[in-house]
C-alpha cells in the first residue's frame, strides 16, 4: 500500500514539474496520434460518404468487409506495416522503419477502417434524410457527398473521437513499427508498459493519468460542440 | 414499364404533360389505376382528393422520384431525362433543409445551376420568402412556415420550368398560406407550370385554374377550377366540393 502511494506520489510530482522525459513522451504521442486520426479521417470519411451516397453492385459486400476490418488486431496491422516499410519491404526505400512516420502509418490503417464504418452509419441516416431532395435538385453526387461530409460534421466529430480512441490507447503495432526507441519513438501505451514492466510506477502511472486527463478533455471539448450545434439545429 | 419516350406530337415544351395508361403498386397494392391525363404548359394545375387517393404519389411519379409501376409519362413529348430533372422542382409537405444557415440553404440550390449572379438572385430570394433578415440564422430554427417560404425559395432558385408542390400549406397559419399562394401565382405568371397536391378546397379556388381529382387511385375528374368548383360532374368530386365526407 505504501509502495502504491509512493508510486502516485510520485506520479504527481512528475506532472507538475512537467518532467521533460515525460512531457517529450506524451508530445509524441500526440503527434503521432492526431496525425493519423486527421489522416484516418480525410480518407475515412470522403469513403463512409461515398459508400452511404452511391449505390453499386457488391456495394453490400464493401461495407461487410468495412466493418470487418473494424476489428483487426493492431499487432496484424503492425506487422503488415512492419512488413512494408523494413529494408526488404515495397517501401523500405522510404526508410520508415522506428520512425514516427511508421507509427503514423500504421495508427492510420488501423483507424481509418473504423472511422470510415462508423463514419458510413452516420452519413448514411443523413442520407436517407437527403435523398429525396438531392434527387428533386439533381444534385450531383460529388456534391452530394460533400453536402453530407459539412452537415453531419458535428456527428461526425463524435466519429472522429472514437478513432482518437483506439488510436491513442493502442500499444501493438507502434511498437512493432516504431520500435519503443528513447527520445525517437517512445509513446505513451509503449513507455507505460515498459515502465511497468522495469518497476518505475511512478512514470508509467504519471503516463496513465495524462492518457486518461487527455481523453476527458478531448471528450469534453467535442460535447460542448456538439451541444452548441444542436442548440442551432445543426446535429 | 416505367416512363418511357413517347412520340405524341405534343411540341417540344417540356412544360407540357402526358400521362398514358399510369398504374403504381406498392407492396402488391395497387395505389394508381390507369391515369390518362394531358396538362397544357401554363397555369396552375391543383391535384385534390381524399387521404390515400394517390395525389402524392402521383405528383412524384411525374417528377420522377418514383418509377411507376406501368404506363408513360411524358414532358414536351419525351420521357423524364436528367437534365428534364434539372428544370422541374419540388417542395414536400415537409420540407428537408440543410443544416446551415438560410442563406447557405439557397447558396447551395443556386451553386447548382452554376449561376454567375448569385449575391443578386440570394437577395432576391430572401426577400420573396420575406427572410432576409434571417439570412444568417440556421434554417432548422425557423417556423414551419419560414421553413415552408425557405423550401419554396430555394425550389425557385434553380428557375424550374415546371414546380410540384406537395400539400406546402397543410399545417401552415392564414398568413403564410397567403404569402405562399402569392409566390405560386407570381411564378406561374412568369411562366412556371404549377402542379400543387391540396386538400384544400378554398386553396384551390384561389389558385388553381384547373384541377385533377383523384379517388382511390383514380381519376375522377379532371376539369377547370371554376368548372369544378361550381358543376363538378362526378359524384365523388361533387361531394368531395360539398364537403361530404367521400370514402
Known amino acids: 500500500m505504501q509502495d502504491f502511494a509512493d508510486a502516485f506520489r510520485l506520479a504527481f510530482a512528475l506532472l507538475v514539474q512537467l518532467d521533460p522525459n515525460l512531457v517529450e513522451i506524451v508530445a509524441l504521442s500526440l503527434q503521432v496520434t492526431l496525425s493519423a486520426v486527421a489522416l484516418a479521417c480525410a480518407i475515412g470519411f470522403p469513403a463512409g460518404a461515398a459508400l452511404a451516397a452511391a449505390k453499386f453492385p457488391g456495394r453490400g459486400a464493401v461495407i461487410v468487409i468495412l466493418n470487418t476490418m473494424m476489428s483487426l488486431p493492431p499487432v496484424v496491422i503492425g506487422l503488415l506495416v512492419y512488413m512494408l516499410v523494413s529494408n526488404a519491404g515495397p517501401l523500405g526505400f522510404m526508410q520508415l522503419l522506428y520512425t514516427p512516420g511508421a507509427m503514423i502509418m500504421a495508427q492510420t490503417i488501423l483507424v481509418t477502417p473504423l472511422v470510415a464504418a462508423l463514419g458510413r452509419q452516420v452519413l448514411a441516416d443523413f442520407h436517407d434524410e437527403y435523398d429525396e431532395t438531392f434527387r428533386s435538385m439533381a444534385v450531383p453526387w460529388r456534391k452530394q457527398v460533400a453536402a453530407l461530409l459539412w452537415d453531419a460534421r458535428y456527428s461526425l466529430l463524435t466519429v472522429a473521437l472514437a478513432g482518437f480512441g483506439r488510436a491513442v490507447a493502442e500499444v501493438g503495432a507502434v511498437i512493432i513499427v516504431g520500435g519503443n526507441i528513447a527520445h525517437v519513438t517512445r509513446v505513451m501505451t509503449t513507455a507505460i508498459a515498459l515502465e511497468t514492466s522495469r518497476g518505475d510506477l511512478a512514470l508509467a502511472l504519471a503516463l496513465g493519468i495524462v492518457l486518461l486527463v487527455v481523453a476527458v478533455t478531448i471528450n469534453a471539448a467535442v460535447m460542448v460542440l456538439r451541444a452548441s450545434a444542436q442548440r442551432l439545429a445543426y446535429v | ?247
Not at chain 2, 422541374?88 to 442563406?103: D, E, G, K, N, Y
Not at chain 2, 385554374?209 to 375522377?220: I, T
Request: proline content about 3%; charged content about 25%.
Open chain 2, 1 to 247: 414499364m416505367t416512363s418511357e419516350t413517347r412520340s405524341s406530337g405534343c411540341g417540344s415544351d417540356i412544360r407540357q404533360l402526358t400521362v398514358r395508361g399510369l398504374c403504381h403498386d406498392i407492396a402488391g397494392k395497387r395505389v394508381l389505376e390507369n391515369i390518362d391525363l394531358s396538362l397544357q404548359s401554363q397555369g396552375v394545375t391543383a391535384i385534390m382528393g381524399a387521404n390515400g387517393a394517390g395525389k402524392s404519389i402521383l405528383i412524384r411519379i411525374l417528377h420522377g422520384l418514383l418509377r411507376p409501376s406501368g404506363g408513360t409519362v411524358s414532358w414536351g413529348g419525351r420521357a423524364m431525362t436528367r437534365d428534364m430533372l434539372r428544370s422541374q422542382a419540388f417542395v414536400p409537405q415537409s420540407p428537408v433543409l440543410l443544416r446551415r444557415s438560410v442563406a447557405a440553404n439557397l447558396k447551395f440550390a443556386l451553386t447548382l445551376r452554376r449561376r454567375r449572379d448569385i449575391s443578386t438572385r440570394l437577395d432576391a430570394l430572401l426577400a420573396l420568402a420575406d427572410l432576409a433578415d434571417k439570412a444568417d440564422q440556421p434554417a432548422r430554427t425557423l417556423s414551419g412556415g419560414e421553413q415552408q417560404r425557405l423550401a419554396l425559395a430555394r425550389a425557385l432558385a434553380t428557375d424550374p420550368k415546371v414546380l410540384f408542390l406537395d400539400e406546402v400549406t397543410a399545417s401552415l397559419d392564414p398568413a403564410n398560406t397567403l404569402a405562399i399562394e402569392t409566390v405560386i401565382r407570381r411564378v406561374s405568371d412568369d411562366g412556371t407550370r404549377v402542379l400543387l397536391v391540396s386538400h384544400d378546397l378554398g386553396q384551390g379556388k384561389r389558385v388553381a385554374d384547373d384541377v385533377v381529382f383523384l379517388h382511390r387511385g383514380r381519376l375522377a375528374e379532371h376539369s377547370p377550377a371554376k368548372t369544378f368548383f361550381s358543376q363538378p360532374v362526378s359524384a365523388e368530386a361533387r361531394g368531395y366540393c360539398e364537403g361530404r365526407i367521400v370514402l
